[in-house]
């Protein structure tokens, strides 16, 4: 993120937030969030003025309304849209774009991967819920296949998209993945999204309590996950289970489930670099359906994280070096251009 | 050898080809020789959509009409005088604009039995030959063996050297004017100066038509067309596209606002996004973006930044763009939409000129969803037009939809360019703290032109939201409370409607104050209105003309001028949009003359059409 200087008093959660009531559901995921983006936003340094929160519609949009920052709840799909024109004008604010699955997948899937590719120093945060909320209930693109909903009384027949390899498709230069019900580790996450110089993508596991409850339990809860979810850590293997007993290795382009201690050590694991380009392509393909037989467990953390130049800077950078060798615009040439003649 | 010189008048030229024959690039190289005489001049080029549609048929074929006159002239003119006709669809397409009597200049080899064929003529006509042109003077000349012999000693392809054969045309119409070709070979030469067999060859080919001219003794007689008496100043030739991108600028460094362009390319607006990303150096920053919603969308980032946000298209576009502008509306922060309006609906007829999207302008969007609305007349106006929008939109913290057409767009005239330190100066404040006494920031407390502040990010105790959510009055906080909604349409509303107290009031273009007949007109109808209103006025009919720039809201006066006429005639290039918002408005009885054809209307249709009205009685 862009550097600020201003030295500002200490400010705590309670500075960012608002006098507005928040009007999730009681019990929705969206809370957790929230709190952690506002535990963590005044250690960033930042002051208030230089953030903008940029939502589009869904329930994760009215995000902006709770943070004392400055902030616009936009029309669906596209707060990544206002989000690039914001940042491509005004470099030294601090851009958040706060979306959900519809939000950024669906309606405004096009706008996202742009933003990815075109590389803003701008953090995505998706609250993935699997589920269109706000309208009550119909399934969304990241739905798992067979989903009953409101308007899929017979299942759902879509292929859900795999958000992290949507995003790497797109050269994301920062992909992660994190949980509402995980305070301590989104935290991590928030504070590494922003640290990123580029665009980044931290997908939140968000649970929808009114409509898709339960959809990540397998990955939150106590019983189940230690041996679903793979907390990736950079220079480590990867390694999971209660006592981390289980390890991915990768056999050839194929990562594979080994028990350790059983002719393979940890040091036998996939050992997980968030550079690596080519990893990162597997890693995020790691995206087993929960349901099937012998599936993979899934990875929470950061997949890939590279710095590339970022959209912004170069935009500014041409400016200034049209400026430098040309100097600035005289109008006055600019409107008599190169050819004229006098009427007397 | 010396020949017989005449002066005319009024000259119409069309350049007519095929659509990779650079009709275009010769009718442009004409007007701008033209112009830097002094000479008055206007356009109207007029192109398939398809960039080589099938090579010699009907639809490739790409024209360029230029009028040139020592009066001063408003349109390209009805008919021509002079078709250039590069091939026999070119001829077919183009000679029922051939005035009686006037001159066909055709290249032979355009006219061979491929090409008849390609044009449908039937088999075994070629209409140089069979004396249907008899009421036509009829120059025949091989320009492309012509042009191939002069570049003879090039070694260039054949394919290549065909290419300069407009260049030939064009040195023989520059003999025929009396012309110097200076200003097209130092064009050539900035154009092709790093390929140099190319530059020698278009060089070369135009000599060559020039020096056929001069040689040729068929030729008996060359042209001049002397100044016109325009009011004196330095003037250019300008393209409205051009005038348009030159007016955001403008407005850009006399606002302080630095100038972001969201755009998506479409025909007939992708001009402007490559005309504004040539200047960096004003700071322009220019966004082509994914879409045309991403397009609107950034440019309310930008402008929710504090910089000028604007967004240009064309119909289906703005069509594309309605939520956003209704985001704009409701979060009310400067926007300006640029819709160069084309042939609709759906892609409609993307190269052809039309009016048919100020309903969309005025009405299309979801909700109650008023919005200031401009339009320029001429191409040299898309400057004031467009400066005046930006003026509107910052000061009344309010999207404005610009509008222009494929017409204006495309075409040029002379121009006698303003001095920056003329140009009225657009002042933005943004709100910076809070004021004395005032304890909460209220993004929605307004002045007494109901206009809100404009609090950019960055600005230490004005933090706030905004969006799309309807808003309690004030305090800009969401609200679903019925009387608020009620109250913040009502404002709204009023809003847009009180910006009439801060434009000029309208001005009759022609005519006296009371008449039997107002003709009433917006846009780029402008000049075929004001020609048509001066014949009818010299033939001693009672008829005053209106030309509106500011169409939403109205001058405040519009009312008063329109209940001074016995009747008001609104001619549109669509099937009846004003008349409906004037009907509306005015209860008056007003008629249309609506062409709908992708052409601009005529003087003489319109002519005819306004003393059939007026029932002869002058």
């Known amino acids: 993120m862009s550097e600020t200087t201003t030295i500002t008093p200490a400010l705590t959660a309670k500075d960012f937030s608002t006098d507005q009531e928040v009007r999730w559901c009681p019990g929705c995921g969206d809370y957790s969030i929230l709190a952690q983006v506002q535990k963590i936003m005044p250690t960033l340094g930042i002051p208030r003025e230089n953030i903008v929160i940029i939502s589009g519609i869904g329930c994760s949009s009215r995000f902006p309304y709770y943070m004392n920052t400055y902030g616009m709840h936009s029309i669906h799909g596209r707060a990544t849209a206002i989000a690039s024109g914001l940042k491509a004008t005004r470099p030294e604010l601090s851009v958040w774009v706060v979306t959900g699955d519809g939000d950024s997948l669906s309606i405004g899937g096009n706008h996202t991967i742009h933003l990815l590719r075109r590389n803003f120093d701008i953090n995505i945060l998706l609250f993935n819920n699997q589920i269109y909320g706000l309208t009550k209930g119909q399934y969304s693109p990241t739905s798992e296949e067979g989903k009953v909903t409101k308007s899929t009384p017979y299942g759902s027949i879509d292929h859900p998209f795999n958000p992290l390899a949507l995003a790497r498709g797109a050269d994301a230069g920062f992909v992660a993945r994190s949980m509402d019900r995980d305070p301590k580790h989104l935290q991590q996450m928030l504070l590494r999204s922003h640290a990123h110089k580029g665009a980044s993508f931290l997908e939140i596991y968000q649970n929808c309590n009114i409509f898709n409850d339960g959809a990540f339990e397998i990955f939150t809860e106590k019983g189940t996950k230690p041996l679903e979810t793979l907390f990736l850590e950079q220079g480590k293997p990867l390694v999971f289970g209660a006592q981390r007993e289980k390890g991915i290795r990768l056999d050839g382009f194929h990562p594979v489930v080994v028990e350790l201690g059983n002719g393979f050590s940890e040091s036998d694991c996939w050992i997980h670099d968030e550079k690596d380009f080519y990893k990162a392509q597997l890693l995020v393909r790691m995206f087993d359906d929960p349901r099937m037989e012998g599936h993979l467990p899934r990875p929470f953390g950061v997949f890939y994280e590279n710095e590339r130049p970022c959209y912004e800077d170069m935009l500014n950078l041409q400016i200034q070096e049209a400026i430098l060798s040309k100097g600035k615009g005289d109008l006055d040439k600019l409107l008599r251009g190169n050819e004229t003649w006098t009427i007397a | 050898m010396k020949r017989k010189e005449e002066v005319l008048q009024d000259v119409v030229i069309k350049f007519a080809g095929d659509s990779g024959d650079g009709m275009q690039l010769t009718g442009s190289q004409f007007t701008n020789n033209t112009a830097l005489l002094g000479i008055d001049l206007a356009t109207f080029p007029d192109f398939p959509a398809e960039i080589r549609a099938p090579q010699g048929t009907l639809p490739g074929v790409s024209g360029y009409q230029l009028r040139f006159s020592s009066d001063l002239v408003f349109t390209p003119g009805d008919e021509c005088d002079v078709l250039v006709a590069m091939n026999a669809a070119a001829l077919k397409t183009n000679l029922k604009n051939l005035k009686k009597g006037g001159t066909i200049i055709a290249n032979t080899e355009g006219f061979d039995q491929k090409n008849l064929r390609l044009a449908n003529y039937a088999d075994g006509v070629n209409p140089l030959e069979d004396h249907s042109l008899d009421n036509y003077t009829v120059h025949k000349m091989d320009v492309t063996k012509m042009t191939r012999e002069a570049l003879k000693d090039i070694t260039l392809g054949t394919k290549e050297k065909d290419r300069a054969k407009n260049m030939f045309v064009l040195g023989f119409l520059y003999w025929m004017y009396n012309r110097n070709m200076e200003t097209t070979i130092q064009f050539l030469k900035s154009k092709f100066g790093k390929k140099p067999e190319i530059l020698e060859s278009n060089i070369k080919a135009l000599q060559a038509g020039y020096y056929f001219g001069d040689t040729t003794e068929t030729f008996t007689t060359t042209y001049r067309v002397e100044k016109a008496k325009m009011p004196p100043g330095v003037y250019r030739s300008i393209m409205g596209n051009q005038a348009l991108a030159m007016g955001l600028i403008a407005a850009s460094q006399k606002s302080g606002l630095p100038l972001f362009l969201g755009s998506y390319p479409i025909t007939p607006a992708s001009d402007i996004l490559h005309e504004l990303s040539q200047y960096k150096t004003f700071g322009v920053r220019t966004f082509q973006a994914e879409d045309e919603i991403a397009a609107i969308t950034s440019a309310i980032g930008a402008a929710y930044g504090g910089s000028l946000g604007v967004t240009t298209t064309s119909g289906p576009g703005m069509a594309l763009k309605a939520e956003a502008m209704g985001l704009a509306v409701m979060i009310e922060i400067p926007l300006l939409i640029c819709d160069i309006q084309r042939g609709g609906p759906s892609t409609g007829l993307p190269t052809k000129t039309e009016q048919s999207d100020l309903l969309q302008a005025y009405y299309g969007r979801n909700g ?50 303003p001095k920056t330190e003329d140009l009225p100066p657009i002042t933005v404040k943004f709100k910076t703290d809070l004021a004395e006494g005032e304890e909460k920031f209220l993004p929605y407390l307004r002045d007494e032109k109901l206009v809100r502040p404009w609090a950019i990010p960055g600005t230490p105790g004005l933090e706030h939201r905004i969006g799309g959510l309807e808003k309690q009055n004030i305090t800009g906080n969401v609200s679903y409370d019925p009387e608020n909604h009620q109250l913040m349409v009502k404002i709204r509303e009023e809003k847009v409607a009180r910006i009439a107290d801060h434009i000029p009031l309208q001005q009759l273009d022609s005519g006296a104050e009371k008449g039997d007949l107002l003709i009433l007109g917006w846009g780029s109808t402008y000049g075929a209105i004001k020609s048509a209103a001066a014949e009818l006025q010299h033939e001693g009919y009672k008829v005053s003309h209106a030309h509106l720039r500011y169409l939403r809201p109205f001058p405040a006066n519009l009312g008063e001028i329109i209940r001074n006429f016995k009747h008001v005639v609104i001619p549109e290039i669509n099937n009846g949009q004003l008349i409906k918002i004037i009907r509306d408005q005015f209860l008056v009885d007003a008629k249309g003359y609506n062409k709908i054809m992708g052409v601009p209307i005529t003087k003489s249709e319109l002519v005819l059409k306004l003393r059939e009205l007026l029932g002869g009685h002058n």
């Open chain 2, 368 to 417: 109650e969803c008023p919005m200031p609305v401009i339009a320029a007349s001429t191409p040299s106006d898309c400057f004031d037009a467009v400066y005046e929008a930006v003026r509107i939109a910052v000061q009344h913290m309010t999207p404005v939809v610009f509008l222009s057409d494929g017409y204006i767009a495309n075409g040029a005239e002379p121009w006698k360019f």
